[in-house]
């Protein structure tokens, strides 16, 4: 592909007339996605809506073919640009019986959306970013987990066999009252209509998992997300900078060729 190609096929794919298209073409085909599933297959309505599908993602596949045109190798390094190459290529999947489950995937381009609202784009990177930050979070949340259900199999197998009877059943009972955040008690009541002191055991749970880990994970979120927001100003800043920079530069270089002074004499 040469140089001046490569530049036209640039400023097409970069032109806001073709971005703001592109995210109304993905808004339009999610829309139609979900009205597909309320017509019956194989029906006038479905062929008609079928075919305004297929145009919509020609679309699509020729604005992810135009990014690896004018991208080249660099797509490789764009987490975005992977991301809107893969959900297209998975709503290539022909219809074969087999491949047929993998054509719902094709929804996950309304995500792609999300890269015309800077902000939210942000804070999805945040989020992203946080996974790494979070995983000593989950680490200590699995240790008091398990410590948990060791102490409430052993303290309530033979109150309530039903929901402690195994460690596998006291697994799935604590997660339901720590995701609920104690509003579900299906599984403490028996217990504590048994045995009083049994709030002794599921209080610093709840308070422990439900509460103090939950503002844990808030917290490192909220830090990721603002870092960075910090380093997308910080960058902002630095182009700025650059742009007062250059001018400044080329105004000198004005003056020296002119041979004006800094006075205009």
């Not at 630095?238 to 250059?246: I, K, N, S």
């Amino acid at each position: 592909m040469t140089v001046g190609l490569r530049a036209s096929l640039g400023r097409l794919y970069r032109s806001p007339p073709w971005r703001w298209g592109t995210g109304a073409v993905i808004f339009v085909n999610s829309v139609l996605l979900g009205v597909l599933t309320a017509v019956p297959p194989k029906s006038e309505d479905w062929d008609i809506l079928s075919g305004i599908n297929a145009v919509l993602l020609g679309w699509m596949v020729l604005d992810v073919a135009l990014c690896v045109a004018v991208k080249g190798r660099a797509v490789l390094r764009g987490g975005w640009d992977i991301f809107d190459i893969t959900v297209t290529l998975l709503s290539l999947v022909p219809r074969i019986e087999t491949l047929s489950a993998l054509r719902v995937l094709r929804v996950l381009r309304v995500l792609r959306l999300i890269s015309f609202l800077p902000n939210v784009r942000a804070t999805v990177e945040a989020l992203f970013g946080a996974l790494r930050n979070m995983a000593a979070a989950f680490t200590v949340l699995a240790v008091v987990f398990y410590c948990f259900m060791i102490i409430a199999t052993n303290l309530f197998r033979e109150i309530d066999p039903a929901h402690y009877g195994t460690l596998g059943l006291t697994a799935i009972y604590l997660y339901a009252t720590m995701a609920s955040f104690g509003s579900n008690l299906e599984a403490v009541l028996p217990v504590v209509r048994q045995a009083p002191w049994a709030w002794l055991v599921f209080a610093p749970f709840l308070m422990v998992t439900s509460f103090g880990l939950l503002n844990l994970f808030v917290a490192v979120i909220v830090a990721a997300l603002r870092e960075r927001l910090d380093r997308k100003n910080m960058l902002r800043e630095r182009r700025r900078f650059q742009r007062l920079e250059a001018k400044i530069d080329a105004l000198s270089e004005l003056l020296a060729h002119h041979k004006i002074s800094p006075r205009g004499e």
